[in-house]
């Protein structure tokens, strides 16, 4: 029976609405959790509330000293603007970061139907079949900022240039021959292949498993080598990409729903060397040891620093301090094109497949998706908060522990490398009596700072960094040569190192699989890396940590800087001195595990996978340019701003 407003109908209402507050109070339940309590009121047709909606103060539901109590609340000074206490390069990054994160944060939709418009306008395009299904996914889910998801829709933008059938051919065969590929069938809601044992697509099974139901059949390849594949000529990705501009469009009587049973997807009854289904060659070459620079090049512009040889310095001011070499453009420092590091023992192609990894660099066009170990539970892997004691009780130290990877090691090139190179400039013995550049306080101006070309760092890295490889590995013919520079540290466990304020994270063969830990963490993540990942939009450097060049020439500054050098009184006799920076410190670290916790959740990397197939079942629909969602998003808000409260009686439905 419907609600009619009559007299005498409003007065049950009114004495129902008594009997319900008489009865809270009656419980005992104080008014101050009566929202709480209200909230947690079972309504018929509405999602179960969700207990566990995270609160920006506490870290998935533990507390910060592992005692069982509520966390403390948030300092007060992180809710401040920033501004910067004096002229130091750093100070004025951070406060810069500040800026650009806040103009992020009031960016943000708040309502369906913005969301929707800001979709069409930035993409052009109507959003997929079953963008309605997604938010509410997303909304359930407490998603902080509901679109930002460029990363998404940058990956595929060059598809839109090539055929969906072609598409879904490669998909569906690129695992077949021993490539480093594995296969991914969803078929009726349902993962009803995995063409290879691996950990990571069995990994990522179990996370698509969370959604499978709401996507369309599809044939997903997956990479499962720990490099990324495809790199597209430049002139050739220009060619794609202005394709699918000019493919943009919005037609008013789109179908809200996939295309069903088209062919070019995997025929799962028939074995391979029976199915004759056309297949595509994915144009797969090797290239053991040979610079990975060689084959990168050709993704980068013409006129990039990689192609045409243009001053090393000039390139370089592009994306850091000339003076300090801090680094002001994480961006541009992990730019293939701008730095040309070298990478070794690659396998890849320079066709535009469809093939899904877990990292790229910048002249990679693999398509991203969260990495197998954000979501896999793994001791190793997985922020551990045992260890993780508050700011003022742990060392000024900056640690890090791993293994000689990230290429192919030979006698004459060891010393080249980018782990090797951060291990001996820590060293204090090794760099006994070297000087290194640093940005030091002027004498006769407090607050303002110049270089100082001749700081010998020893003392203060046996001081404040604690560095070093466990084992050797990856070498060529085997690692003897490392007998004679090399001694082995002991192995630190992943929580052991939160007792240490300053958290380095670098590459391997491949992105480190640590780094959300890092940023969960009550320490300070300082990051150097050439890869990128599914969620590099959502962090903001010098806001939630720190970026450091891949050669690490401005590492003794940086340290310096949160750490300080000397007393203000000695700089007179020509003794260096720089402040502590460690209120700074400190923020940066609990700025970034505040958010990381925000936007680095497995909740998000649920609603992120979602999204990216979500997209990627448009971009293999043969009616791809007729499909999507074309309504205005005003029926979703109304849904959502109904009455929050229905209470029932007998005969009676009432909303409130």
Not at 87 to 114: G, M, Q, V
Not at 624 to 643: A, H, K, T, V
């Given at each position: 029976m419907g609600f009619a407003p009559t007299p005498r109908r409003w007065l049950l209402l009114f004495a129902t609405i008594g009997i319900f507050l008489l009865a809270i109070h009656l419980l005992g339940v104080p008014s101050?959790?009566?929202?709480?309590?209200?909230?947690?009121?079972?309504?018929?047709?509405?999602?179960?509330?969700?207990?566990?909606?995270?609160?920006?103060?506490?870290?998935?539901?533990?507390?910060?000293?592992?005692?069982?109590?509520?966390?403390?609340?948030?300092?007060?000074?992180?809710?401040?603007?920033?501004?910067?206490?004096?002229?130091?390069?750093?100070?004025?990054?951070?406060?810069?970061?500040?800026?650009?994160?806040?103009?992020?944060?009031?960016?943000?939709?708040?309502?369906?139907?913005?969301?929707?418009?800001?979709?069409?306008?930035?993409?052009?395009?109507?959003?997929?079949?079953?963008?309605?299904?997604?938010?509410?996914?997303?909304?359930?889910?407490?998603?902080?900022?509901?679109e930002d998801f460029d990363q998404i829709m940058g990956d595929l933008r060059p598809f839109w240039a090539i055929p969906p059938k072609t598409i879904r051919a490669l998909a569906a065969h690129m695992w077949e021959p021993?490539?480093?590929?594995?296969?991914?069938?969803?078929?009726?809601?349902?993962?009803?292949?995995?063409?290879?044992?691996?950990?990571?697509?069995?990994?990522?099974?179990?996370?698509?498993?969370?959604?499978?139901?709401?996507?369309?059949?599809?044939?997903?390849?997956?990479?499962?080598?720990?490099?990324?594949?495809?790199?597209?000529?430049?002139?050739?990705?220009?060619?794609?990409?202005?394709?699918?501009?000019?493919?943009?469009?919005?037609?008013?009587?789109?179908?809200?729903?996939?295309?069903?049973?088209?062919?070019?997807?995997?025929?799962?009854?028939?074995?391979?060397?029976?199915?004759?289904?056309?297949?595509?060659?994915?144009?797969?070459?090797?290239?053991?040891?040979?610079?990975?620079?060689?084959?990168?090049?050709?993704?980068?512009?013409?006129?990039?620093?990689?192609?045409?040889?243009?001053?090393?310095?000039?390139?370089?001011?592009?994306?850091?301090?000339?003076?300090?070499?801090?680094?002001?453009?994480?961006?541009?420092?992990?730019?293939?094109?701008?730095?040309?590091?070298?990478?070794?023992?690659?396998?890849?192609?320079?066709?535009?497949?469809?093939?899904?990894?877990?990292?790229?660099?910048?002249?990679?066009?693999?398509?991203?998706?969260?990495?197998?170990?954000?979501?896999?539970?793994?001791?190793?892997?997985?922020?551990?908060?045992?260890?993780?004691?508050?700011?003022?009780?742990?060392?000024?130290?900056?640690?890090?522990?791993?293994?000689?990877?990230?290429?192919?090691?030979?006698?004459?090139?060891?010393?080249?490398?980018?782990?090797?190179?951060?291990?001996?400039?820590?060293?204090?013995?090794?760099?006994?009596?070297?000087?290194?550049?640093?940005?030091?306080?002027?004498?006769?101006?407090?607050?303002?700072?110049?270089?100082?070309?001749?700081?010998?760092?020893?003392?203060?890295?046996?001081?404040?960094?604690?560095?070093?490889?466990?084992?050797?590995?990856?070498?060529?013919?085997?690692?003897?040569?490392?007998?004679?520079?090399?001694?082995?540290?002991?192995?630190?466990?992943?929580?052991?190192?939160?007792?240490?304020?300053?958290?380095?994270?670098?590459?391997?063969?491949?992105?480190?699989?640590?780094?959300?830990?890092?940023?969960?963490?009550?320490?300070?993540?300082?990051?150097?890396?050439?890869?990128?990942?599914?969620?590099?939009?959502?962090?903001?450097?010098?806001?939630?940590?720190?970026?450091?060049?891949?050669?690490?020439?401005?590492?003794?500054?940086?340290?310096?800087?949160?750490?300080?050098?000397?007393?203000?009184?000695?700089?007179?006799?020509?003794?260096p001195f720089i402040p502590e920076h460690d209120l700074e410190a400190k923020r940066l670290a609990l700025q970034g595990r505040e958010w990381a916790n925000k936007v680095l959740r497995r909740e998000d990397i649920e609603?992120?996978?979602?999204?990216?197939?979500?997209?990627?079942?448009?971009?293999?629909?043969?009616?791809?340019?007729?499909?999507?969602?074309?309504?205005?998003?005003?029926?979703?808000?109304?849904?959502?701003?109904?009455?929050?409260?229905?209470?029932?009686?007998?005969?009676?439905?009432?909303?409130?």
């Open positions: 101050s959790n009566l929202q709480d309590v209200l909230d947690k009121v079972p309504i018929p047709g509405r999602p179960k509330p969700d207990s566990s909606t995270f609160s920006p103060y506490k870290t998935k539901g533990n507390d910060e000293n592992g005692t069982g109590e509520e966390a403390s609340e948030e300092p007060r000074f992180l809710k401040l603007q920033w501004d910067p206490r004096d002229n130091h390069p750093i100070s004025k990054l951070i406060a810069e970061a500040d800026k650009r994160w806040r103009a992020y944060e009031d960016s943000r939709s708040e309502t369906f139907r913005d969301l929707v418009a800001n979709y069409r306008r930035k993409y052009g395009r109507h959003p997929p079949p079953g963008f309605i299904e997604w938010y509410r996914f997303a909304r359930k889910r407490n998603v902080h900022n509901i021993d490539d480093g590929v594995s296969g991914i069938h969803i078929r009726k809601g349902k993962v009803v292949k995995n063409n290879k044992e691996s950990w990571r697509p069995e990994t990522l099974i179990t996370l698509i498993k969370t959604f499978v139901q709401h996507l369309p059949d599809m044939d997903i390849a997956v990479n499962i080598l720990d490099q990324p594949r495809v790199v597209v000529p430049w002139e050739d990705l220009q060619q794609h990409l202005d394709a699918e501009f000019k493919s943009r469009q919005t037609v008013p009587d789109a179908l809200n729903e996939f295309t069903p049973g088209m062919d070019g997807l995997l025929k799962l009854e028939s074995e391979p060397d029976q199915d004759n289904s056309t297949r595509e060659d994915a144009a797969w070459f090797r290239a053991p040891g040979k610079p990975y620079m060689d084959i990168a090049k050709v993704g980068c512009p013409p006129e990039s620093h990689a192609n045409n040889g243009t001053d090393v310095v000039f390139a370089e001011n592009t994306w850091k301090v000339a003076a300090s070499g801090i680094v002001t453009n994480f961006n541009l420092s992990s730019d293939l094109c701008t730095m040309g590091p070298e990478i070794s023992d690659k396998h890849a192609t320079k066709r535009l497949v469809p093939i899904f990894g877990e990292c790229k660099v910048n002249v990679n066009n693999d398509i991203l998706f969260p990495a197998n170990m954000y979501w896999r539970h793994d001791q190793r892997y997985d922020y551990d908060n045992r260890h993780d004691v508050e700011w003022s009780e742990k060392k000024d130290v900056m640690v890090w522990r791993g293994v000689t990877s990230g290429g192919v090691q030979l006698e004459d090139n060891w010393e080249r490398m980018h782990r090797q190179r951060l291990v001996q400039m820590t060293n204090s013995t090794v760099m006994k009596g070297k000087e290194v550049r640093l940005f030091a306080e002027k004498a006769q101006r407090p607050g303002d700072y110049d270089v100082l070309p001749n700081f010998q760092p020893s003392q203060f890295l046996d001081n404040h960094t604690d560095v070093g490889f466990v084992e050797a590995w990856g070498c060529v013919p085997d690692c003897h040569f490392y007998d004679s520079v090399m001694t082995w540290k002991p192995q630190i466990t992943l929580g052991k190192q939160f007792e240490d304020k300053y958290l380095i994270d670098v590459d391997g063969h491949s992105f480190s699989g640590r780094w959300r830990a890092f940023l969960e963490s009550k320490s300070l993540g300082l990051k150097a890396t050439i890869f990128r990942e599914w969620h590099d939009s959502r962090l903001f450097e010098w806001r939630h940590f720190v970026p450091l060049d891949n050669r690490y020439e401005e590492l003794y500054s940086v340290l310096a800087y949160f750490i300080g050098i000397g007393e203000r009184e000695q700089r007179a006799a020509g003794q609603v992120y996978m979602y999204r990216l197939l979500l997209e990627y079942g448009r971009i293999i629909d043969d009616n791809r340019d007729r499909i999507g969602y074309s309504g205005d998003g005003s029926e979703i808000d109304r849904e959502e701003s109904e009455p929050m409260i229905k209470i029932w009686w007998p005969g009676l439905s009432v909303h409130m």
